[in-house]
């Protein structure tokens, strides 16, 4: 089974006069030129298509009318193979980019955390955090496929307030757990993986202590860092010039341990020219900034025999 996973950067179907326009990989709120659009999400498909994965968890996917006009009108047309499972449930991003999952093999159970407070897993909430506010910014998508478990998640960004986000991002961390070690009580057998944007900046704040620290140490095992660490980035910030690696394979010890073998592979041939730190070649059609096929790079890895 080969898995991937990719920050679509704003997928959003938007309707114009009665046309269907796919917004492109830019943020909402930065203007950009939204001629280039078609171009982004043209790329976004080869990129998908060159890596070709099994299952695929996606984040920053508007909602599922979205997921499946970029499906049937950009993979089908590249020429991809269908996914017939598309799983794109409502969150709680105020902008709706919610977290989402494209699979070959049907899903054998899927559930939703949007709604899950502090009081529904017994914790303590921080000082001045409203408890019936709920804890994951989106979602922590729960997906079961055949023998393995996806939690696809995204964590709160590091802004505007990073002490904040921090506290958030802990938060999502602590529940991302509760919910891990309710759900399994087999550690030598049991097959998880959380994936997805944990959006943990190199420099997290808060005494330089990692937010998803609860989740990264003697819980899973992160898999990126079968990467050597100069080659572990997959973001790039143009408005600092800095490299990150907010994208994480984060799995359980028995699956780590039945693939000891197994590498990340990070796909940056979307990303635009001005990541000067890829020397690779790009898809056709990327540009400086844009067109691209997002600001993240794409991460597969392989799991033989399933």
């Known amino acids: 089974m080969r898995i991937a996973t990719l920050n679509m950067q704003n997928l959003k179907l938007e309707h114009d006069e009665g046309r269907e326009i796919l917004h492109g990989a830019r943020d909402s709120d930065v203007p950009e030129d939204a001629g280039l659009d078609t171009i982004d999400r043209s790329i976004t498909a080869q990129l998908l298509k060159e890596i070709d994965a099994d299952v695929v968890a996606l984040q920053e996917v508007f909602d ?17 193979r269908a996914y017939p499972s598309r799983i794109c449930l409502p969150g709680n991003d105020g902008r709706g980019l919610d977290v989402a999952l494209l699979s070959r093999r049907p899903p054998d159970s899927v559930k939703s955390h949007a709604s899950l407070r502090l009081p529904d897993i017994s914790m303590e909430p921080p000082a001045g955090f409203n408890i019936d506010v ?32 921090w506290i958030t991002r802990r938060l999502e961390t602590l529940a991302t757990r509760h919910i891990i070690e ?29 937010a998803i620290a609860p989740i990264e140490e003697e819980f899973a095992v992160d898999l990126m860092r079968r990467i050597p660490a100069s080659e572990r980035w997959t973001y790039f910030d143009p408005g600092t010039s800095s490299y990150h690696c907010p994208d994480a394979l984060l799995a359980s010890r028995a699956l780590a341990a039945r693939w000891p073998d197994a590498k990340p592979v990070i796909v940056r041939r979307g ?36």
């Open 134 to 165: 709920p804890i994951f910014r989106r979602d922590c998508l729960m997906v079961t496929i055949g023998q393995i478990t996806f939690l696809v998640c995204h964590f709160k960004s590091p802004y505007p307030d990073v002490e904040k986000a």
């Open 64 to 80: 599922a009318e979205s997921l499946d006009y970029f499906h049937d009108a950009y993979l089908l047309k590249a020429g991809m």
């Open 271 to 306: 990303l635009g020219r001005e990541t000067s730190r890829f020397h690779g070649t790009r898809l056709d059609g990327v540009g400086t900034h844009r067109p691209h096929a997002s600001d993240h790079a794409a991460v597969f890895i392989d799991l033989d025999g399933l």
């Open 182 to 210: 309710a759900n399994f009580r087999e550690s030598e057998k049991d097959l998880w993986l959380i994936i997805g944007d944990l959006n943990e900046p190199d420099k997290p704040g808060k005494e330089e202590d990692r």
